[in-house]
């Protein structure tokens, strides 16, 4: 079992950066692939991207490759999310998974609550 929570959101304007961080808890936690989605309102949640167990892989959604970038630190058990280049459809509620398995976009066992991101134009 691995519990998660997030913080670090905010609002920014255009252009701006944000980085969110995703503390763990659990014996399990440097055996997950993690992730990070995000849900706007009235849309469904959305991947964003995704890290192995060990950091050396990663994968993004289209719309933030490039822009956003995915960490991780087993040591702490912490994920990271530096986001920049913010657009205003960026602006969503950021969420971070945890499952296992590689790659994966869905499926994901363990969340955490969410952090408000909004990008103000």
């Known amino acids: 079992q691995v519990q998660l929570v997030e913080s670090g959101g905010g609002l920014v304007q255009a252009g701006g950066s944000l980085r969110l961080s995703c503390a763990a808890s659990?014996?399990?936690?440097?055996?997950?692939?993690m992730g990070w989605f995000r849900q706007a309102p009235g849309k469904e949640r959305e991947f964003v991207a995704a890290i192995d167990w060990s950091g050396t892989n990663t994968h993004y959604a289209d719309s933030v490759e490039g822009r956003f970038i995915i960490s991780r630190d087993n040591a702490k058990k912490m994920v990271y999310l530096q986001m920049n280049s913010l657009i205003s459809d960026d602006t969503a509620v950021y969420s971070c998974?945890?499952?296992?398995?590689?790659?994966?976009?869905?499926?994901?066992?363990?969340w955490g609550q969410g952090t408000q991101v909004t990008v103000s134009s």
């Open positions: 998974g945890g499952g296992y398995g590689w790659p994966k976009r869905q499926g994901y066992d363990y």
């Open positions: 659990g014996r399990t936690f440097s055996s997950c692939t």
